[in-house]
């Protein structure tokens, strides 16, 4: 007789609970400013020069500064979480063996969206940050650097870094 529920299917489910409790608490404590670090409910008050205001009210340098602390703080949460879950997992499990290549790849994506970040930045004098999310890449940059050549270039960054395996590149400019 065949045991419907396996220690595979065990782990997998406390992979999946674990994972989304990490969501869950990411939400619960970002308060919904996850997507848009720094955004106000209030309107912003016009500058008495008569100058374009950001509406979010971050300088560039502060967008980008709050988007990297937010990736780093959620990437570490999961990180924690992955390491609890590798702790009490048996040595030459399955569970074992896929809970470290996650890691693994979780590292090899920080440092892709370091040395993107890193490259961008050279190539096109201006800053900017990488996100790398399934099969995807997000480059965000300021919009004074928002141009069809520096398009190219990011995207020959971005191909060079990750190879192939990440189609989808979306470049897009700061508000």
């Given amino acids: ?43 912003s008050q016009a500058d008495p020069d008569g ?16 988007v990297r602390m937010n990736r780093d703080s959620a990437r570490g949460e999961a990180l924690e979480e992955l390491q609890a879950v590798l702790s009490q997992a048996v040595e030459d499990s399955e569970a074992a063996s896929s809970t470290a290549k996650a890691i693994e790849q979780m590292s090899a994506e920080a440092k892709m969206e370091s ?42 960054v971005v191909s060079q870094v990750c190879g192939d395996g990440y189609e989808n590149v979306r470049v897009s400019a700061t508000a």
């Fill in 51 to 66: 100058a374009a205001q950001y509406v979010n009210g971050l300088s560039d340098e502060e967008y980008f500064a709050s």
């Fill in 115 to 156: 040395d993107i970040e890193s490259l961008v930045s050279g190539k096109i004098g201006s800053a900017c940050v990488a996100v790398i999310s399934d099969n995807s890449v997000d480059v965000v940059v300021t919009k004074t650097a928002l141009n069809d050549g520096n398009v190219l270039a990011i995207s020959d």
């Fill in 1 to 43: 007789m065949h045991v419907l529920i396996g220690k595979k299917q065990i782990v997998i489910a406390a992979l999946v609970a674990a994972l989304g409790l990490a969501v869950f608490v990411n939400w619960y404590y970002s308060d919904g400013t996850r997507l848009f670090p720094g955004a106000s409910t209030e309107p």
